[in-house]
């Protein structure tokens, strides 16, 4: 099982930004961010595709996150900006070992290991 941990997460006001780093062991496939609101269903917010070559992201946070990846330490980034209260969540990275595919990276059910998550709170 690949290990996937997360950092970065925090308590930030309306219009800032946050980076969020997530380390998967030994790992370069296909990976994710999804974020899960208090009483919401896990949504997809952005993928990666193994190289960086192909980035996908969800309609909302287009034009303000950025999602990022350097192998050579296992790492994969999300940096938030402009962020809105509505962006208040866990945020959790996955890895994708079997799907490439920019429409099924956007789907909970293409990952097989998941991190703990990690809390961002944006403040009005």
């Known amino acids: 099982q690949v290990q996937v941990v997360e950092s970065g997460g925090g308590l930030v006001q309306a219009g800032g930004s946050l980076r969020l780093s997530c380390a998967a062991s030994g790992r370069r496939d296909a990976m994710g961010w999804f974020r899960q609101a208090s009483e919401k269903e896990r949504e997809f917010v952005a993928a990666i595709s193994w190289n960086g070559g192909n980035t996908y992201y969800e309609d909302a946070v287009q034009g303000r996150f950025t999602i990022s990846r350097d192998n050579a330490k296992n790492t994969v980034y999300l940096q938030m900006n402009s962020l809105k209260p509505e962006d208040t969540a866990v945020y959790y990275c996955?890895?994708?070992?079997?799907?490439?595919?920019?429409?099924?990276?956007?789907?909970?059910?293409?990952?097989?290991?998941w991190g703990q998550g990690t809390q961002v709170t944006v403040s009005s």
């Open positions: 996955a890895v994708s070992r079997l799907v490439a595919d920019g429409y099924q990276l956007q789907h909970v059910s293409s990952y097989e290991d």
